[in-house]
């Protein structure tokens, strides 16, 4: 099975239409069709993204994988961590507590949507003047900074899905 087909095959299993994908990931419905009907290749964030989200192992998506893996709860769990967390991950991995709610797949997903949100709003050059200062500010912060304005997201995005 070539990957495109694992990558329907997955979204399939989960009971989810390419347009609902595409509400939880940020990925545009339009790139979801063409990945899965393997018009382009899918690019490594969309399938990163697909193996965190649905559990699968990501080497088992590839083509020259007889079949789809699933990983563990845990894997899932760590993975989705590391995702997140980047350059916190290995002190949290020291620390030994990865609080697993923390780490669900739909608020990994809620992270990649806003971050790929995020993405097509600089491509598209379509945005307020306010839109537009925080881009720049943004851009122009070091990665400490950024990495702590990610920890706020996803605390704000925790905090939403405990409402």
């Known amino acids: 099975m070539k990957t495109h087909e694992k990558l329907a095959k997955m979204r399939k299993d989960a009971k989810l239409s390419r347009r609902e994908l ?6 545009s419905e339009h790139t979801i069709v063409h990945y899965e009907r393997g018009g382009n290749p899918p690019s490594n964030d969309y399938v990163k993204f697909c193996a965190l989200y649905f559990g699968y192992e990501l080497s088992s998506i590839q083509d020259n994988a007889k079949e789809l893996e699933k990983m563990s709860e845990n894997e899932q769990v760590i993975g989705i961590c590391r995702e997140i967390e980047c350059s916190n991950f ?8 990865i609080n697993q709610a923390d780490y669900t797949p739909s608020k990994y997903a809620e992270f990649i949507r806003l971050e790929n949100t995020a993405k097509k ?3 598209s050059k379509q945005y307020s003047k306010q839109d537009l200062e925080l881009l720049a500010l943004f851009s122009s912060l070091d990665a400490e ?5 990610k920890a706020l997201i996803k605390s704000i995005i925790a905090k939403g899905a405990r409402q």
């Open 22 to 27: 595409a509400e939880i990931s940020g990925f």
């Open 90 to 97: 290995d002190r949290i991995l020291k620390n030994g507590v």
């Open 121 to 123: 709003l600089e491509k």
């Open 145 to 149: 900074v950024k990495h702590s304005l």
